[in-house]
């Protein structure tokens, strides 16, 4: 079974916006949203890797990202680990560096079911933070 271990980042505006990206057509689950992040390579932190793919996908320099949770999921075809941290101060403005479909979505209306299965409880986890904080 394939390995595959990855970082996201979920970047959230003041007003509770979080930018999201969709799966080009030919990848794996295209047509899914996503947050934009990819693969660690070799002698990577997964920090390091949140900060390169996010640099490559959206086109903004992180200042500062709090680590939020790892997920391991079993797809048919992979065995899949994801970092997730969250992204509030950045240097830029996001956009889809790679041409993909993309869009600002308030976080109440986050929608698990256009993500992939994996994404199911970091987007629960989300949610749940701001009813701590609020
Ligand atoms: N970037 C990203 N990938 C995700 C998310 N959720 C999720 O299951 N994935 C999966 O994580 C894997 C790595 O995604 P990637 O963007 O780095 O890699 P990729 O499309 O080049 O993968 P591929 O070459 O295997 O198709 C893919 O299998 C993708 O479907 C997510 O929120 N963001
Ligand atoms: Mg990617």
Redesign the pocket.
Known sequence: MKK?E?A?GIVRSHDGKIFITQ?GES???AGFW??????IEPNETPFETLQREIAEEIDIHIHKAKFLKTVQ?QYND?A?T?HAYLIEEWDGEPFAAEGQPSRWVDEEELNADE??D??RTIIEMLKNLDKDFN
């Open positions: 595959v990855i996201v799966r990848s794996h689950l996503e947050f934009p992040g990819g693969k999921h992979r899949l994801i993500f992939p994996a994404n």
